[in-house]
């Protein structure tokens, strides 16, 4: 995993620097965790609709994936290009792929580019923030929506969902 880079870099990091690597390689376990406890569930039964934001497991899945890919794009300024999804297969392991990188790309960039503002002009909204704040918000979002994962599966009869909280993360899994 990306975790062996992010600790042996650490040192010379400030707190800020050391906190979103860490968030980074949070996020891909975290994923990863949520994922490997899913695939153990019938594909039908992650994909019945429930009311929730979004009507099933997997198109919470899919949204995460979404804005994930979209910030990714942000953040490396590549284009952002929608696609379309296929089995729930594919899309965790989309997800767990498009984590990794995404850890892979914060865990190796310098602490100007995390400071370094990126303007974002959107059919959604407009901002100038410093990259770190995008990295936060992208870390936040899938966690929200990890969480209202947890809430679905609830409401289906599945239940032992795995702990995924950074505090966990930190203490136990790293």
């Keep these: ?24 390689n949070y996020n891909f376990w975290a994923n990863l965790t949520l994922v490997n406890w899913l695939k153990k569930h019938p594909e039908q039964l992650l994909e019945q609709e429930v009311l929730s934001s979004f009507k099933s497991v997997k198109l919470t899945f899919v949204h995460i994936l979404q804005s994930q ?3 990714y794009s942000i953040l490396t300024k590549t284009e952002f290009e929608s696609r379309e ?7 965790f392991d989309s997800l767990l792929k498009q984590s990794e990188n995404l850890a892979v790309y914060i865990t190796a960039i310098s602490e100007d580019r995390f400071n370094q503002k990126t303007e974002i002009q959107s059919p959604w909204f407009t901002s100038d923030f410093q990259n770190f704040e995008y990295m936060l ?26 702990m995924t909280d950074y505090n966990f993360y930190n203490v136990t899994a790293k």
């Design 1 to 24: 995993m990306v975790q062996e880079q992010l600790f042996a870099e650490t040192m010379e990091e400030t707190s800020l620097v050391y906190l979103m690597k860490n968030y980074a």
């Design 85 to 91: 999804y296929g089995s729930l297969t594919d899309i």
């Design 69 to 71: 890919e979209y910030w």
């Design 137 to 162: 918000h992208v870390f936040n979002h899938s966690t929200y929506h990890r969480g209202q994962i947890v809430t679905i599966c609830h409401n289906l009869g599945i239940t032992g969902a795995p």
